[in-house]
C-alpha cells in the first residue's frame, strides 16, 4: 500500500526556536497533504490543509504564522513550528488520500517536545 | 472540530473476548471509516462502510452503519493482546477533503 514518511520522528528542542517536520508520500504523488496535532489521550484534530502550489488552508484558531506549511513538491509537504513554546509539545501527524477511494494514508508522527 | 462521540472512551478486555466500539457522528456522510492507532504512533486503514451499506466484515472485525441513528459500531471478535490499541471512526476524506475524527476508544487486551 501507499506509505507516508515523516522526520524526525522525535524532536527536543529549547523554547524560542523552530522547528521542521517533513512529511513525504513515498510512492505516490499527494497534491494535498493534511496536518493533524493530537494531544495525550485526546483524538487528532486538523491543523490545515496543505496544497502542492498554494497556500495552505488552515483552520480555525490555528496561527498561519506560527505554523508555516510549505507543499514545495508532490510528494513532500513541510510544517515548521516557528518560536516554538511548551504548549507546542504535542504529536504532528501528517496524511495524504491514497491514489483511490477515500482512505488516506498516515504518516508515523512527530512527537515535539519544546522546553 | 470532530465529528462527534465514540464510546466507551476505554475498554479493557480479557483475550479472546469480543470488543464492541460505538461511534456517532453529526452530518450527513458518504462513507465512514475506521482507524487504528497504536500508542505514540500514525493511523492504519482498517474498514470503510458507504453510506448505502449496513454491515461489512474483514476478518475479525465487523462494522455495522446506522445511517437513521447516524451512528456506526466495530467489533473485534476473538481479540489478542495485540489488538491493544487506539480506534477512532472518521467521516470525510474524499475528494482531497479531510478525515473528521472521533474522540477514539481505548482498548486494553488483556493476556
Known amino acids: 500500500g501507499a506509505v507516508v514518511s515523516q522526520h524526525p520522528s522525535r524532536v527536543i528542542c529549547k523554547s524560542g526556536t523552530s522547528v521542521k517536520i517533513e512529511c513525504r508520500s ?3 504523488q499527494a497534491t494535498t497533504m493534511f496536518w493533524y496535532r493530537q ?7 486538523l491543523m490545515a490543509t496543505s496544497n502542492e502550489g498554494s497556500k495552505a488552508t488552515y483552520e480555525q484558531g490555528v496561527e498561519k504564522d506560527k505554523f508555516l506549511i510549505n507543499h514545495a513538491s508532490l510528494t513532500l509537504s513541510t510544517l515548521t513550528v516557528t518560536s516554538a513554546h511548551p504548549e507546542d509539545s504535542s504529536f504532528y ?3 495524504a488520500p491514497g491514489p483511490y477511494q477515500e482512505t488516506q494514508y498516515f504518516g508515523p508522527g512527530t512527537r515535539l517536545l519544546v522546553l | 472540530s470532530q465529528q462527534g462521540e465514540e464510546d466507551p472512551q476505554a475498554l479493557s478486555i480479557q483475550e479472546g473476548e469480543n470488543a464492541t466500539m460505538n461511534c456517532s457522528y453529526k452530518t450527513s456522510i458518504n462513507n465512514l471509516q475506521w482507524y487504528r ?3 505514540g504512533r500514525g493511523l ?4 470503510l462502510i458507504r453510506s448505502n451499506e449496513r454491515e461489512k466484515h474483514s476478518g475479525r472485525l465487523r462494522v455495522t452503519l446506522d445511517t437513521s441513528k447516524k451512528s ?5 471478535t476473538a481479540s489478542r493482546a495485540a489488538d491493544t490499541a487506539s480506534y477512532f471512526c ?6 482531497n477533503t479531510p478525515l473528521v475524527f472521533g474522540k477514539g476508544t481505548r482498548l486494553s487486551v488483556i493476556a
Open chain 1, 93 to 95: 501527524i501528517c496524511s
Open chain 2, 72 to 76: 456506526s459500531s466495530l467489533l473485534i
Open chain 2, 37 to 39: 492507532q497504536n500508542s
Open chain 2, 44 to 47: 492504519v486503514h482498517l474498514i
Open chain 1, 39 to 45: 494531544f495525550p489521550k485526546q483524538s487528532l484534530m
Open chain 1, 26 to 28: 513515498l510512492d505516490f
Open chain 2, 90 to 95: 472518521a467521516t470525510g476524506g474524499g475528494g
